[in-house]
């Protein structure tokens, strides 16, 4: 949506009558009104900063609000409690203070009160409104202490150049980050700049899969599980020839589908204390609201660029890198356009399109020649909205959100290896919101909002090839002689597989007033589907012989060379199909009891429960969910919670399990004269890993919380700060089985445990006017975090059944990650700011983080043999102390009426800093400063 400029004018004297207070004389109201009733509110909101009252307004009403330049929204507002239409909660919100308002166009407009003319009456003028909504963090206090709340201008400000939403949130105290297809110890890599999917985090200790993803209500998450390696991250390799596992994705993302984040309005992030409504994570809970269509036909159109000639690197210094090693080549294109609007009575649209494109080049080792490789990434967002407002109240939605993904990938030490990892994904719903006009047995301003919705995904590996094979080349005479200058070269893949999920859900709330409390009462039902899929019958050629004797008996046999070489052994992948469904049910129910006769204060108290039942493990839990809250006169509150979150990524296993275990096949020639002669006859040798499911004596994993926080007033400086204290104890967690003693069978087990622990303080002001006409949003807040997790890792790749030698002893590479909490940073301080200037024609965000040292363990690079095995030897290393700080600007070249010109630019890694990853010598470039510059238009 663009920066506007609204027309408002301001008026003394209500059109009309008003229910509730008597409104004052320079109380600014609508010019017009309607003719049926206002709608009715329970409002409890105490004396808090205006910002957050009136974000709390907003939610509670349905209305966004802006704000006009030079007001001040920090300065308190007064408290609101009883049954109010909008109009008069906001007249009792606004007595007294500086501030008035004016409902205009559907939203608040909040401005500066105008001081009445001799005649009786006010000065009306032009006034030039920033954005649809006043810019600010809102820090929830009471039972919403867990919720961050960024408004849309706050979005914008803080994703930077690639529009990725859950970027937004890095700036948050409870959330670690993991970057796709890079992990920790690595340098900057071309794969790991042309992974457009989003963000993965991990909340409150959660895994990056364990959070509930939310868009309009509607979760968005991949219930199949996530392609990992032992510490949680994408495992897809920069260019390693010999590391990719013929049972993973590679596409599998925590998201069922990618979401740009220019369609939202509103994103919050819930770390703690979470409502009874949400179930099925142990992290946290994130929604997403998507833009809803405007009042008036508007437009916009937007391109932006990045790429490796706008990008700074920094070599390693402390090692000489490998000879063919280069900086990664890459360039990021994004460009979308959407279009919003009324297109009949109480009718209004939302469309928008966009489109992400990635191109990167890398470059093999002198092993190849250093051949150069490029590949592509694609990612495409489509969006249609339909709304009905009724004059009732009533809000009828239908919503279809399609998020196409393909990522081309390929090794540039392996011929013929090119795969394309896809990840479609389908949103969409029909909801319906209206209130319910009953009065009885204590219950009072209903309302109902359901919503029927249906989402499916397809993540899928493709590649021509389903035959891969070692092939000797130092043979002089060889038809393989030149193919690559070392011993053993690669040619081929492994085939396509392919996961697909569909999810048709019906959630429904019921809200309103119950006696002197709020009740919240509600069902959430899904049946959900998933399949798991190989067509073809895949190998993998090794063993390979040289020899000029060597006859095939068999004309095409794809690993056999007459008088040349041949494959003694393979490995054979079978195809397979598996189905799992199942169906899940929930009821939930919360109420807010309110004891206004207590001493110095009121108390809130807030018990919750929710009954769930799956039928893919059978079981039944029960989650309950307490908070109670104490608000004293002097705006400082107490609240203290206890808590209980069930997993609900139970799917992965099962389609795991649905995988065959590989089979080694064995070959031997038979002599014959001087030749010998390979058959295309193979026998068995041995088994790989199978997994193992046993839904029926498992029991769901969950993850017991308390917690504790204060909110108050800053003295003097004012704005909102929050203290918190957050403690988790993981139980009954998925793990592998500790009884099982063979390699080739792992059994899952309720065996596993995890802890988290936090201390965090936040801070959040609305600066007002400062000399050059700026207005600001300023943030900062800090955090200490500690996080312990056993070995529950259940999948095992070749990495990890290896090993890793560390402090003297042999262990599993997966147990690295447990030695270190999973390698978290566990103590940081975020500092953010967004601002405006000139009228809002200048707009910057600013996000900051500074990281104390810690330590961690690296790969020495060094290798050590013990009984007649190889190890990587591992060692403890330490993570300097770094501050990070990224930049976005938007500057309006051109306004003319509703027509806006906005140059935008983003700098991610302003200070130029290399970072602290413990580096390759084949990738031993540090990604430092970056830019990406656009345009977008808006009418």
Known sequence: MAYATLLVSCFGIPAHAQTGPTPQTDQAVPVAQQDQPAPIFQFDIPSLPLMQALERVSELTGTAYSAVADVNLAQDGNAISGRFDLQSALQTLFDGTDLTFSLTDGQIVILKRVDAQSTGGTTTAPIVVQGSQSPGIALGSGADSGSTVYGEQLIKGFVQGNNDPNMVFRANPNVQYVVQGQRDEDGASATAEQDLRPQTLSISGGAIDQN???LDGVGINSLGGTDTSYNGESNLPDDDKNSINADDLYGLHPQS???????????????????????GFQGGVINYEVMDPSDRPTFSANISRTGSNWTEYHLKSDETPDATAREPRFTKLMYGTSASGPVADQWGVV????????????????????????????????????????NDGIKLTTQLVYAPYSQEWEAAENYNSKMDVTGDGL????????????????????????????????????????????????????????????TNCYDGWYGDLTQTEQDLGYTTDLTGNLGNGDILVGADLHSIRANRRRPEDVYYYYSTSVNSAIVCADADDPACDDGD??????????????????????????????????????????????????????????????????????????????????????????????????????????????????????????????????????????????????????????????????????????????????????????????????????????????????????????????????????????????????????????????????LDEPIFVNVSLYSSYLDDTLRTGLVGRYTTGYDTITDSGSDITINGETYDIYEDGYNKARFDLDMSLDYDVIREDNRVLTLNASIDNVLNRGGGHTLSASTPYRKGRAFWLGLTYTY
């Open 212 to 214: 509930n993803i939310r």
């Open 257 to 279: 589908v990618y979401v740009d984040a220019s369609i939202f309005k509103q994103a919050e992030i819930i770390d703690s204390n979470v409502s009874a409504k949400y179930g």
């Open 351 to 390: 469309v928008s399109a966009g489109r992400k494109t990635a191109e990167a080049t890398k470059y093999a080792g002198d092993d190849y020649y250093g051949r150069e490789v490029s590949t592509e990434s694609t990612a495409d967002n489509v969006l249609g909205k339909l709304q009905f407002k009724g």
């Open 427 to 486: 949103s969409t719903y029909v909801g319906l919101e209206m209130p319910i006009e009953y009065d009885g047995y204590g219950l009072s301003n209903l309302k109902l909002d359901t919503r029927l919705s249906f989402n499916t995904s397809e993540n899928a590996r493709e590649s021509e090839s389903n035959v891969r094979r070692q092939i000797r080349s130092g043979v002089a005479g060889s038809a393989y002689e030149n193919l690559c200058d070392a």
């Open 565 to 822: 070489q041949v494959s003694r052994r393979r490995v054979h992948y079978d195809a397979f199909s598996g189905t799992a469904s199942f169906s899940t049910a929930a009821l939930y129910a919360e109420y807010g009891m309110n004891f206004d006769n207590v001493p110095f204060g009121e108390v809130e108290v807030r018990p919750g429960l929710r009954l769930e039942r799956e039928t893919f493990l059978g079981n039944t839990n029960l989650a309950p969910r307490f908070n109670a809250t104490y608000y004293t006169d002097w705006d400082v509150s107490f609240t203290a919670g206890w808590n209980r979150y069930y997993a609900a990524n139970m799917l992965s296993y099962a389609l795991r399990d649905a995988t065959p275990s590989t089979t080694v096949e064995n070959r031997t020639g038979t002599t014959s004269g001087v030749d010998i002669i390979y058959s295309d006859d193979w026998s068995y040798l041995s088994s790989g890993n199978k997994y193992n499911f046993k839904g029926s004596d498992l029991k769901t994993p969950f993850t017991d919380e308390r917690m504790a926080a204060v909110t108050f007033p800053l003295p003097f400086l004012g704005g909102n700060t929050r203290l918190k204290w957050v403690e988790r104890k993981g139980r009954e967690q998925f793990s592998r089985d500790s009884t099982d003693s063979s390699l080739s069978t792992y059994t899952l087990s309720n065996e596993g445990s995890s802890s988290y622990s936090s201390y965090s303080m936040e801070w959040s002001k609305k600066i007002g006017t400062d000399p050059w006409g700026g207005q600001h949003a300023f943030s900062i807040n800090g955090q200490y975090s500690e996080r312990q997790t056993s070995n529950n890792t259940y999948y095992a790749t070749s990495d990890e059944t290896e090993g890793a030698y560390y402090n003297g002893n042999v262990i599993p590479t997966m147990d690295l990650g447990v030695l270190t909490g999973n």
